[in-house]
């Protein structure tokens, strides 16, 4: 344990302290858990989603023959916006 002082008010704290016991200023602040773990859906996953559904639909026209080729334009639409949302993940 060591003692570093406050930036506000110079008081001696311990480093191991969360917050100077004089003024109330926080001495470590330690990003939560939950924060740092908080993720944002990203366009890439919203087409990969999209394109997913789409192979997916696409599959079930072309084997039950509805609507005649557009079961494999949805399938090859799909492929494309899922290998273009695989590119916008990183």
Known sequence: MALIKCSECGNEV?????ACPKCG????EIESPREATTKTTS???LAKF???MMIVI????AIA???GSLGGVLIF???VLF????FKDG
């Open 58 to 61: 696409g599959m079930f026209m």
């Open 25 to 28: 200023n926080p001495i470590n």
């Open 50 to 52: 999209i394109g997913f």
């Open 83 to 86: 290998i273009m949302g695989r």
């Open 77 to 79: 639409i799909g492929i």
């Open 65 to 67: 023959g509805a609507y």
């Open 43 to 45: 366009s890439g996953a």
């Open 14 to 18: 311990s480093d191991k302290a969360a």
